[in-house]
């Protein structure tokens, strides 16, 4: 379906705008999500070196647990990650986030307390495989060895084992999340220990992305609907030209030339409603001069016809003179024959230049001159002169008429009309053909009127010609029988045009032609104006 371009404006600046906010808030996202990552990571990884010293402290000179697991969930709380600590057979022996285990060494701890004194015994150095693991670490330990999580943690601690620092984001398993994971290693660089794992849950990232989001669609929205104000009031100021420009093209086209589109900018589109006024006032200029030019000629037409019909008759006169006073077969007698035939057919040519003028020269017959005619007994009428022509040739003529069909006209053109129709089928007819007329009611008040016969057709590319002045299909007017003044077709279309009803003509080669006069449901005399 077509859309207006106002419409269209609309569709495309929303689109704009809606591209523009997502290409703008996902390009924002992966920046925020870039740096926030990169710090965290940094000070995930910064907090982790930091922690080497201490953890390895705990592990091989300290073998209180409690006070190990307590740091843990101290760095746990101050920068807000999980820490696990594995030594380096890939062993869980601590966790931050198991509470049950903290309380377990808690009491352990107090029950080894030196009698009488509250303190731990610290006498003994605590290698790492005498520091107690409890249940929930050790089936914790289970789970990661078991679990998903098993082969993104080796990779990762094997990696650690090797003395380097792993950063990465991945889904957890474990605990069911997104997490910036990062791993350091303690004790020697070179030979390791162990591995600290420190995750840090992006819950919390994730929900200030919501959050940009949301106000991210909601800006979207409030620009959308100021763009669809904005584009109306835009698509108004464009769109409203563009359609002044189209009345005024059209109301050109019809003839009305002092039409003008009104220009108040000084855009491309005032200077294309400029160029159309000037477009029209030249083409008002132009037909003025045509229209002029026009009136001279039919004029001069009209007035050296009438001045050729004195000349023409007393030349005819003096030639029928001269031929009735010689003898039968005096040779002279065939130039007279020559000169009256020829003197005829000037004659028939000049009348038709002064029906032309006269027809031409009245924009539409008045009313007066109009009366209500029976169409079929006119071609009825017509038919029966035409016989004198049909017969010599064997041309049948049909009739496919519909009675009590009366029009508003004028009558002498209409027995004209139809005479020049009819005389033109029969001329182009081939022997033993035929000639039809048909008369017909159409559903929308109208009636139809056409001429048909069954000749060699005219070519499509002299049918938009053939009502023109002189026009003939036989360009080469090599058969002598077809030869016309090439006046009858363009006087048909002048009483047809006089009668405001339309003529077309539709023809096949080989198949023959159809001419079809359509009289308005204006002009046809139904019963009430015939009472």
Known sequence: MNKSLSTRLMYSFMAIIVIV?????????????????????????????????????????????????????????????????????YNLLAASN???????????????????????????????????????????????????????????????????????????????????????????????????LMAEPLSGFGGFLRNVYIFTIIVGLLGLLLSLFMVRSLSRQIVKPLLSMKDATIAIAKGNYSRRVEVESEDEVAE??????????????????????????????????????????????????????????????RYCDLIGSETTRLERLVRGLLDISRLQSAEKLKVSDTEPLPLAEIIRNVAEKLKVKAEPKHITLKLQLEEDLQILGNGDQIVQLILLLGDNAIKYSPEGSYVRYETKLQTNGSVEMSVVDNGPGIPEEDLPFIFERFYKVDKSHAQSSLKGTGLGLAIAKEIVRMHGAQIEVFSQMGMGTRFVITFPAETVVCEERRS
Do not use: C
Request: proline content about 4%; cysteine-free; glycine content about 8%.
């Open 272 to 333: 294309l409603g400029k160029a159309i006024n000037h477009l029209s006032t030249e083409l008002s200029n132009y037909l003025g001069k045509l229209a002029r030019m026009e009136k001279i000629r039919r004029d001069f037409v009209a007035n050296v016809s009438h001045e050729l019909r004195t000349p023409i008759t007393i030349i005819r006169g003096y030639n029928d003179i001269v031929s009735d006073s010689l003898e039968t077969g005096d040779p002279n007698k």
């Open 21 to 89: 906010v997502v290409g703008i808030t996902a390009g924002t996202s992966y920046l925020i999500a870039d740096y926030f990552f990169k710090i965290k990571e940094e000070e995930l990884a910064q907090k982790g070196h930091e922690m080497a010293d201490t953890v390895e402290y705990f592990v091989t000179k300290d073998n209180n647990r409690y006070m190990l697991m307590r740091y843990l969930i101290a760095v746990d709380r101050l920068v807000g990650a999980r820490v696990w600590l594995f030594d380096n057979d």
């Open 98 to 196: 198991i509470a049950a285990d903290v309380d377990a060494a808690g009491k352990t701890e107090s029950g080894s307390n030196k009698v009488g004194t509250g303190k731990p015994d610290v006498s003994m150095p605590a290698p790492a495989d005498r520091i107690p693991v409890y249940e929930y670490t050790t089936r914790l330990s289970e789970e990661i060895k078991r679990g998903q999580v098993s082969r993104n943690v080796n990779k990762i601690l094997k990696d650690i084992y090797r003395g380097e620092s792993v950063r990465s984001q991945i889904y957890h398993p474990y605990f069911k999340q997104q997490v910036i994971l990062v791993g350091v290693p303690y004790g020697d660089k070179l030979h390791p220990r162990g591995a600290i």
